[in-house]
RNA sequence: GGGGAGGUGGCGGAGCGGUCAAUCGCAGCAGGCUGUAAACCUGCCGCCCUUGUGGCUACGGAGGUUCGAACCCUCCCCUCCCCA
């Protein structure tokens, strides 16, 4: 008997849920943030310290891993978990992003989209059952059906056409779904489970005909696609608000691509479960670090003699071992540690959020958390 | 002592009569990054100000030629290399 996919909604506090979802490789607890590993890696982090940092749960991505080393190389190691080490869950993502992200390199049609390879040219056809397909290879315990991330800004006319073939190509990827059992594919991991995702843009009546079709077809958790694209934040967040309240209540909310750490807090006041975001990694690589005291810029002169930890509030390793004064010195100087202490600092971050956001709904006082994390994240901004 | 090369903005190094406050790289300063083509990208970077088809001072020093000189000439100062 397989394991399977399964969701426990153990309370709310407003519209803020708290709960956990099952996978055979393991529980992950929401509202949960999980890092974002493209290529079969968190950039710049060891598996160890993810755990310890207190990842559940991380991100692969479809056309990459495709791409290179390929998704049948993966299959015959036994799966990305076994390939890569890692023995907790793992997303991945479909290739969707990637229609946004190098849209210059692709073309959609009907059946799918035709991406010229970054790496060395050669075109590939990514449809909604390959995506599938590849993933199934790849053995991930959430696979993402293939959508459209549509651009910011966009007419409703092409919201509306993108987001009925998003739904198209969705209810082809669940019927390649039901199939694969018995296909010539090697499914790496028979327990996966596959979420929907609902696009439509920045028009609230688009994305209400999105989530009620995705939901019709029926998957096992749903996603919220294409915002965090340009849109204002405001925007983002009422369309978070009003399409969580479309979807089922006892399956898992994702919020795909977000965000800052006040857009986590913002979006699990309006009923998501799940986050990834490059965020914390990329920006973290780029100086970029994230406090209970707001954003520090470690390239930044003030910090040249400054002896404090990042953040005094954060028991990271980083935080525990370093000064600023030192992680400054490392990046100017084109250290790789730089980026591994500093990755280390903000995934800590943002997964320690996480925990206290959860600690707040099941306390029931997560209002309150709000307000305070909100109010302190904005003061090194007042500083300067 | 003889021969040769050269002195340009914090550094390296272009420019060799006007379009030069001076290409470019580095360093420096600041900003950005939201399902990762990102250890990346952008802006500023002589001084002053009302930041502009603005003012001032500038390419070792002093003179000179010229309508005009970082660029040509003279002298001086200083570096480096080779030979004695």
Excluded at 15 to 44: C, D, L, N, S
Excluded at 130 to 146: E, F, K, P, T
Aim: aromatic share 8%; with cysteine; net charge neutral.
């Amino acid at each position: 008997m397989v394991s399977s996919f399964s969701f426990d909604l153990h309370g709310t506090d407003g519209a803020a849920r708290r709960g956990e979802f099952h996978t055979p490789h393991g529980i992950v607890q929401t509202p949960a943030f999980m890092p974002v590993g493209t290529q079969g890696t968190v950039k710049a982090v060891l598996h160890r310290d993810l755990r310890e940092a207190g990842a559940e749960i991380i991100l692969g991505n479809t056309y990459h891993l495709f791409l290179r080393p390929g998704d049948e190389l993966i299959a015959r190691r036994g799966g990305l978990h076994r390939f890569i080490g890692w023995t907790s869950p793992i997303l991945t993502d479909s290739g969707g992003f990637q229609i946004f992200s190098l849209a210059q390199r692709r073309v959609i049609r009907e059946d799918g989209a035709e991406f010229q390879s970054h790496l060395d040219g050669s075109r590939h056809m990514l449809t909604p059952e390959r995506a599938v397909d590849i993933q199934a290879r790849l053995g991930s315990d959430i696979a993402m059906v293939l959508d459209e991330c549509l651009s910011y800004p966009a007419s409703r006319d092409d919201a509306a056409s993108s987001m009925q073939r998003s739904v198209r190509w969705a209810r082809r990827c669940r019927e390649r779904f039901a199939v694969l059992d018995g296909s010539d594919v090697q499914v790496s991991n028979p327990g996966q489970a596959l979420f929907g995702i609902v696009q439509g843009g920045v028009f609230q009546d688009l994305r209400d005909e999105s989530a009620a079709a995705t939901v019709q077809i029926g998957f096992e958790g749903y996603a919220i696609g294409g915002l965090s694209v340009g849109e204002p934040v405001e925007v983002m967040y009422s369309v978070t608000e009003q399409t969580a309240k479309t979807l089922p209540v006892d399956r898992p909310r994702y919020l795909m691509g977000a965000g800052t750490p006040e857009d986590l807090v913002e979006c699990v006041a309006r009923g998501i479960d799940m986050f990834d975001c490059v965020m914390p990694t990329r920006n973290a690589r780029n100086g970029q670090l994230f406090t209970s005291e707001g954003k520090i810029n470690i390239k930044n002169a003030r910090y040249a003699e400054d002896d404090r930890p990042l953040d005094p509030a954060c028991g990271c390793y980083t935080c525990r071992h370093h000064s600023r004064a030192y992680l400054r010195h490392l990046y100017l100087a084109g250290e790789m540690t730089a980026g591994a202490l500093n990755t280390l600092h903000n995934l800590s971050f943002y997964l320690d959020t996480m925990r206290r956001i959860r600690d707040a709904i099941a306390f029931r006082t997560f209002d309150t958390f709000r307000q305070g994390f909100l109010r302190s994240a904005s003061r090194l901004s007042l500083d300067s």
